[in-house]
């Protein structure tokens, strides 16, 4: 199954759950607007999207992406997941995603700012604060934003820079963007575990993938919730010290995995290690029907996007492995651009103890609202987070 068919399988479900009649469920997945169109710089076409998938709740929100690989398909799904994603976590936005179909690693610095200011020309009437926030996403980062922000306020004369978020912090971006999603799944974690009276202190996790989320979140978890990372992987290696990993006092960089101390093991080998926790913050699809029995963790936690697919879920759900959803686990990144959003539209600039208050704040409720109406309801939480999200937005 993948990322697309468990995200429509999850929505299915809730929706039936929640009572809803088929002409209901066809109206929320059906995007409010698709845009489909060419950009052509240097004489190279690429084929880009926008797909403004709901603006029930407040503007459309979500990443552009740079990759070959982009789709319609794809990105319509994935602005589906924003729409639920915003709505799980109870913040004003709804769902989009865009994308532009090639490798930016194959072009230079130039072209890719061209590429830039050309998405924004073709959407310039379509976005903006009050009707779509784009932020970045697979190879896009604070530069390309900093870019559209300029051709959006050289179009419009808009300069509140409300336009777009994660941009740089001289930009307009805010302070703790860059812990956001790491952060918000060391909140999730330490609220689930509050809720089942489990001990923080010296769990033991396992961490795939250490990137900008998985790092963080390694690094947080340690120093505030005092658990142990004992596992790390990338994509080549994976590295296992019973003593723990030491993320603590690590600063992020992408040669991470060469600082720690511990004997290595293959990639994969993550999956089935022995711990309480086994993070996944490193790609979507990695768990099926066919690897789900090597989990030995009793808790999971989503945090990259669709680890665990749906069938996988319930499987190892039915043998009391919790999974704590990508819906809620890594929405971190998304409440702090609401907030970089709000901060713009108010002219200010918060410290980051503020931001990172409020982002717990508003973590914390999302995690209580799925976990009671788990409960309440006698369904798993992943599909909680979807009930709660479908019933805000239908
Ligand atoms: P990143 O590119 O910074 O890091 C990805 C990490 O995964 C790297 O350490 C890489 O070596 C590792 N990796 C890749 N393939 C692997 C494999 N087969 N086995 C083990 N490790 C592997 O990306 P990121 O920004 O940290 O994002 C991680 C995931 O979280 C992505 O799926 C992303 O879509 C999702 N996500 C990110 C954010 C965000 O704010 N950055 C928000 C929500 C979801």
């Not at 020309?121 to 390309?144: C, F, S, W, Y």
């Not at 003593?243 to 511990?262: A, P, Q, T, W, Y």
């Not at 913050?281 to 090597?294: C, M, P, S, Y």
């Not at 492995?321 to 686990?329: G, K």
């Amino acid at each position: 199954m993948n990322m697309l068919e468990s995200a429509q399988a999850l929505i299915q479900r809730s929706a039936k759950h929640l009572g809803l009649k088929e002409a209901e469920i066809e109206a929320f997945i059906s995007p409010v607007a698709e845009h489909d169109f060419e950009i052509t710089v240097d004489d190279i076409t690429h084929h880009a999207y926008r797909i403004q998938h709901n603006n029930k709740r407040g503007p459309f929100k979500g990443g552009i992406r740079f990759h070959p690989h982009v789709d319609k398909a794809e990105v319509r799904a994935l602005a589906t997941l924003m729409s639920i994603k915003g709505a799980a976590v109870n913040i004003p936005m709804g769902g989009g995603k865009g994308g532009v179909a090639f490798d930016p690693r194959e072009f230079d610095d130039a072209h890719v700012e061209k590429v830039a200011r050309a998405y924004v020309r073709a959407l310039q009437e379509h976005i903006g604060p009050d009707k779509d926030v784009p932020a970045p996403d697979m190879n896009t980062d604070g530069a390309v934003i900093d870019w559209m922000v300029d051709e959006y306020e050289q179009l419009t004369g808009d300069t509140s820079k409300a336009s777009f978020t994660g941009k740089s912090i001289a930009g307009g971006g805010s302070e703790g963007r860059e812990e956001a999603t790491g952060r918000g799944g060391v909140i999730a974690l330490r609220e689930y575990c509050k809720k089942h009276g489990l001990n923080t202190n010296g769990l033991k996790v396992a961490v795939q993938g250490v990137g900008n989320v998985g790092f963080y979140f390694a690094k947080i978890a340690e120093t505030e919730l005092g658990v142990s990372v004992v596992a790390a992987a990338n994509s080549k290696v994976m590295k296992y010290n019973t003593e723990g990993l030491g993320f603590g006092d690590k600063v992020f960089s992408r040669h991470i995995m060469d600082e720690l101390n511990g004997e290595i093991r293959p990639s994969n080998d993550i999956i089935q290690a022995d711990v309480d926790v086994l993070v996944f913050a490193a790609l979507g699809e990695v768990i099926d029907t066919e690897n789900q029995a090597e989990i030995q963790a009793d808790i999971v936690l989503e945090l990259a996007n669709g680890p665990v697919d749906d069938e996988a879920l319930q499987q190892i759900e039915a043998r009391n492995v919790r999974v704590i959803p990508d819906v809620i686990a890594n929405a971190g990144g998304v409440i702090v651009s609401y907030l970089e959003w709000l901060q713009n539209r108010e002219g200010e600039h918060w410290g980051e103890a503020r931001v990172n208050a409020k982002l717990d704040e508003i973590l914390t409720s999302a995690m209580s609202d799925a976990m009671k109406r788990a409960e309440s309801d006698g369904v798993l939480l992943k599909e909680a987070a979807f009930v709660i999200a479908l019933e805000r937005l239908v």
